[in-house]
């Protein structure tokens, strides 16, 4: 059976005593730049002309979770809300935000919501955008609090959307629609542990009036949390100042991070204030974890300009689509070529209209094939995921591909097309056509 497909992120789910994260190392993190932060300037600046345009805008969508499973030939099936779980809603609130890449590649974040009490069914959400950017193209992702920590962690299912979004002053675009895809929640922690503890001060060195401080350990490729404490500070007049404790199960070299809650939506997501474990004002991770309790260890915030949680939204798929032993010429005129990733592995023939809730698709018509020995594309996919890749010519016109005696090509050995995405863009890879046979 081919499954319904949407725009989705999935995680594998591996578990230990504690937070318990699947392991996996993380390549690079995206720097993180909030437009719409108050920076406390003079207000009379507004008529410098030089400056950048300060400008707002809405955009909508509904984000919908969905639940799979890997059936005994290691591939992705679809499980329904009723099987899996009884009907019933088992995970987290869903952080939702709107951003845009800065010339280095940062993330420059221009809005955020968060879905308090999602449902089983197609949620809502609507995200306010302001930012001192000029016109720009934004993404929209969203995470799942799959761990239910109110983490916006590294390792939980996500989504987007995958199609840039003009924004531009008043900008209201109401079709930014996500699916999430995750894993059965597999409940309990995984096992028991030998586990040490992890203390010390939160020194919150800006003004604070309310909020909580989230405390983590995440790997040194900023992979995360494994563990975490929420904690409550108390004002001091000039900022605020608590303490926290955590037992970490795992040993080794780890990053000692905090997040106050500065924007109140109760997650500790990008838009919030980060800090890390200093020593003499400069930055001490990491710190070591072994067999002994670590304690007197201050988590001051904010430090630095970035977060150290490694959080990336997508990447693209980048590469070549090819017809074997000859050029495109050798289709039927008229082809039309579909490349798409999809959500489970093809399995017989389907509409193309299917493509429209893929995760992405690169659509070539006929005039732009002929002649050609090989054309270029490239696609968007949520970051450590797993993606099926194929290419679709569709040569009779009648909307329906995969049939018998099509041409298709699927990414990889094996012939599912299964690509694990990971957190950096991939280059090079090669589709080739070959003519499908339903025997095969």
Request: charged share 25%; hydrophobic share 30%; with cysteine.
């Amino acid at each position: 059976m081919f499954g319904r497909l949407g725009i989705v992120g999935v995680v594998g789910i591996v578990g230990c005593s504690g937070h318990g994260q699947p392991d996996g190392p993380v390549e690079d993190s995206a720097g993180i730049v909030i437009d719409d932060e108050d920076d406390g300037g003079d207000d009379d600046d507004d008529d410098d002309d030089d400056g950048p345009e300060e400008i707002e805008g809405t955009v909508s969508g509904t984000i919908e979770v969905q639940l799979y499973t890997t059936g005994e030939d290691g591939e992705r099936e679809e499980v329904s809300w009723e099987d899996g779980t009884g009907g019933e809603y088992v995970y987290g609130k869903i952080f939702v935000a709107a951003y845009y890449e800065g010339e280095q590649g940062e993330l420059r974040y221009v809005g955020q919501t968060v879905i308090d009490e999602p449902t089983t069914e197609e949620n809502p959400y609507e995200i306010e955008l302001r930012g001192d950017t000029g016109a720009q193209d934004i993404y929209v992702y969203a995470v799942l609090d799959y761990y239910q920590d109110n983490i916006v962690g590294t390792n939980e299912p996500r989504g987007v959307y995958p199609k840039s979004i003009p924004f531009e002053d008043g900008t209201d675009f109401d079709e930014a629609d996500i699916t999430i895809l995750t894993g059965l929640y597999g409940g309990g922690s995984g096992g028991s542990c030998d586990s040490s503890g992890v203390s010390g001060d939160i020194d919150i060195t800006v003004s604070w009036a309310d909020g909580d401080v989230y405390s983590m350990l995440l790997t040194t490729s900023g992979e995360g949390p494994y563990h975490s404490s929420v904690d409550t500070p108390e004002s001091n007049g000039g900022g605020a100042a608590g303490d926290y404790s955590m037992s970490s199960c795992r040993y080794g070299e780890m990053n000692l991070v905090g997040c106050w809650d500065s924007n109140g939506n109760g997650m500790a997501d990008p838009l919030d204030r980060w800090g890390v474990y200093v020593e003499e004002e400069e930055d001490a991770n990491p710190v070591d974890i072994g067999n002994s309790d670590l304690s007197g260890k201050t988590i001051q915030i904010p430090f630095g300009d970035s977060m150290p949680l490694g959080l990336v939204p997508f990447v693209r798929l980048n590469g070549t689509v090819s017809v074997s032993g000859g050029s495109f010429d050798d289709l039927d005129a008229g082809s039309t070529l579909y490349i798409t990733p999809l959500k489970y592995a093809p399995d017989g023939e389907f509409e193309i209209d299917t493509f429209e809730d893929a995760y992405d698709s690169t659509i070539i018509e006929w005039p732009d094939l002929t002649g050609e020995s090989e054309v270029p594309f490239t696609v968007s996919v949520p970051a450590n995921t797993v993606v099926y890749l194929w290419a679709f010519a569709d040569g009779d016109g009648d909307g329906t591909v995969n049939e018998s005696g099509d041409f298709v090509a699927a990414a990889g050995e094996g012939g599912h097309g299964k690509v694990a995405t990971g957190t950096t863009s991939s280059d090079g890879i090669e589709l080739i056509l070959a003519p499908f046979s339903s025997d095969n």
